[in-house]
């Protein structure tokens, strides 16, 4: 089991760009089921993930070759409609089959998902808008059995807005009869990134970005060709606040204007320099004010940046608070960085950050995702040396980090030790 070994206290200095994003590549991929053509994809990230997600597609019965830089995905038919615990436990993403395998071939089995421990995420908003459309739905020994002989558009209201959700209900309406609507549709720029794949291959989406969107149903997907997936905005902050934390300078290339607004507001608040410039952002560190954060849909403060904002906060020079409304479990890094000399307290869904002077070293386990970036940021800035053990939850999100902070001046190197 590898683990990450970071001496602390050395300021990034450099440019960088960022990979693609794995919260678009992966509902783009799943997409892939509703036609039959060839498409080809730049700017796909090599994440855990996102190997598990083509992996599944293999399963299923699609060809996947890498040609050069391009990965070429075609799913001309399919050996099965199920999508097993053995691949479904690791990552949520997969829950996003089931709507392209019931709107192209009338039925799909699909285990319940896991993905990491930062709250419930149940699917009954998936479930409730698939059953809206037609579809016949129900859940026994852990798998979501789905039938319809034919979706048909529908009016679909969710009580909150959801991405996953938003998602798999937009893929399902691109091939069923006639119109779908979807109220309270996710804004996420992820979303924005698989419906114009999805208009590229043939559909007939509008509204995307805004809570109100519109699918007209088409009987096929007729288009192929290449497609590049969008930036990682959640690398490109992660990122961010790494030149931050360690009181450096970075550029972060191949970053989208807007896509981390309130970040930058938030940053800017703090003390930090920000800078947009063409093709990228470029951020200065330095002595950082207190403040406080709502986590919040997009173009709120995003939750999956909570975590490494508080790394930040926790050498700010007062108190900050984190109010999280988007996931209840999601203050697992807490207790780790309080080991790193960090002085945070939890209140029901509110963390109180009292800044400290300083961070220092020591042995540290990764709890999920972000809260392996957070630890990552804590390591860099800390005095005397840091081991994040369980960074298998840092492959599944970020490709190569510990790489790009090596190019910035970052003392950090992956071992492995005995499990």
């Given at each position: 089991?590898?683990?990450?070994?970071?001496?602390?206290?050395?300021?990034?200095?450099?440019?960088?760009?960022?990979?693609?994003?794995?919260?678009?590549?992966?509902?783009?991929?799943?997409?892939?089921?509703?036609?039959?053509?060839t498409?080809?994809?730049?700017?796909?990230?090599?994440?855990?993930?996102?190997?598990?997600?083509?992996?599944?597609?293999?399963?299923?019965?699609?060809?996947?070759?890498?040609?050069?830089?391009?990965?070429?995905?075609?799913v001309?038919?399919?050996?099965?409609?199920e999508?097993?615990?053995?691949l479904?436990?690791?990552?949520?993403?997969?829950?996003?089959?089931?709507?392209?395998?019931?709107?192209?071939?009338?039925?799909?089995?699909?285990?319940?998902?896991?993905?990491?421990?930062?709250?419930?995420?149940?699917?009954?908003?998936?479930?409730?808008?698939?059953?809206?459309?037609?579809?016949?739905?129900?859940?026994?020994?852990g798998?979501?059995?789905?039938?319809?002989?034919?979706?048909?558009?529908?009016?679909?209201?969710?009580?909150?807005?959801?991405?996953?959700?938003?998602?798999?209900?937009?893929?399902?309406?691109?091939?069923?009869?006639?119109?779908?609507?979807?109220?309270?549709?996710?804004?996420?720029?992820?979303?924005?990134?698989?419906?114009?794949?999805?208009?590229?291959?043939?559909?007939?989406?509008?509204g995307?970005g805004?809570?109100?969107?519109?699918?007209?149903?088409?009987?096929?997907?007729?288009?192929?060709?290449?497609?590049?997936?969008?930036?990682?905005?959640?690398?490109?902050?992660?990122?961010?606040?790494?030149?931050?934390?360690?009181?450096?300078?970075?550029m972060?290339?191949q970053?989208?204007?807007?896509?981390?607004?309130?970040?930058?507001?938030?940053?800017?608040?703090?003390?930090?320099?920000?800078?947009?410039?063409k093709?990228?952002?470029?951020?200065?560190?330095?002595?950082?004010?207190?403040?406080?954060?709502?986590?919040?849909?997009?173009?709120?403060?995003?939750?999956?940046i909570?975590a490494?904002?508080?790394t930040?906060?926790?050498?700010?020079?007062?108190?900050?608070?984190v109010?999280?409304?988007?996931?209840?479990?999601?203050?697992n890094?807490v207790?780790?960085?309080?080991?790193?000399?960090?002085?945070?307290?939890?209140?029901?869904?509110?963390?109180?950050?009292?800044?400290?002077?300083?961070?220092s070293?020591?042995?540290?386990?990764?709890?999920?995702?972000?809260?392996?970036a957070?630890?990552?940021?804590?390591?860099?800035?800390?005095?005397?040396?840091?081991?994040?053990?369980?960074?298998?939850?840092?492959?599944?999100?970020?490709?190569?980090?510990?790489?790009?902070?090596?190019?910035?001046?970052?003392?950090?190197?992956?071992?492995?030790?005995?499990?």
């Amino acid at each position: 089991m590898d683990k990450l070994v970071i001496q602390g206290g050395r300021p990034l200095l450099g440019d960088i760009k960022t990979s693609g994003a794995k919260n678009a590549a992966l509902p783009i991929l799943a997409a892939t089921l509703l036609s039959s053509e060839t498409h080809y994809f730049e700017n796909l990230p090599a994440l855990t993930d996102v190997k598990t997600m083509e992996k599944l597609l293999c399963q299923l019965g699609a060809k996947i070759n890498q040609e050069g830089t391009l990965h070429a995905v075609q799913v001309k038919q399919i050996d099965l409609c199920e999508a097993p615990y053995d691949l479904v436990k690791t990552m949520r993403a997969s829950i996003l089959v089931l709507g392209p395998l019931l709107a192209k071939y009338g039925e799909a089995r699909v285990s319940l998902p896991g993905g990491c421990a930062i709250g419930a995420r149940p699917v009954n908003l998936h479930l409730d808008a698939l059953k809206a459309m037609g579809a016949e739905i129900g859940i026994a020994h852990g798998m979501i059995y789905a039938k319809a002989r034919r979706l048909k558009g529908a009016r679909i209201v969710f009580d909150v807005p959801t991405v996953t959700g938003t998602e798999n209900v937009m893929m399902a309406a691109t091939i069923a009869d006639g119109k779908t609507e979807i109220h309270n549709a996710a804004c996420e720029p992820e979303v924005v990134d698989l419906a114009c794949f999805l208009n590229h291959c043939g559909a007939r989406i509008t509204g995307f970005g805004s809570p109100q969107m519109t699918i007209e149903g088409t009987p096929s997907l007729p288009n192929g060709g290449t497609y590049c997936v969008m930036p990682d905005r959640i690398e490109a902050g992660t990122l961010m606040l790494a030149a931050a934390v360690t009181g450096g300078e970075v550029m972060i290339r191949q970053y989208r204007g807007g896509h981390l607004a309130s970040l930058i507001e938030t940053l800017r608040e703090m003390g930090v320099k920000v800078q947009e410039e063409k093709g990228g952002v470029r951020v200065r560190g330095g002595p950082v004010r207190p403040v406080n954060v709502t986590t919040a849909p997009y173009p709120g403060f995003p939750t999956d940046i909570q975590a490494q904002i508080m790394t930040l906060m926790s050498l700010s020079g007062g108190i900050s608070t984190v109010t999280e409304t988007i996931f209840e479990n999601r203050f697992n890094h807490v207790a780790e960085l309080n080991r790193m000399g960090a002085d945070i307290h939890l209140e029901g869904n509110q963390a109180i950050i009292r800044g400290v002077l300083a961070l220092s070293g020591a042995k540290v386990m990764a709890s999920d995702l972000r809260a392996s970036a957070s630890l990552v940021l804590a390591g860099l800035v800390a005095q005397g040396t840091t081991e994040i053990s369980r960074i298998y939850h840092l492959d599944r999100g970020y490709e190569r980090l510990e790489e790009k902070l090596v190019a910035l001046g970052a003392s950090i190197r992956r071992v492995s030790s005995p499990l």
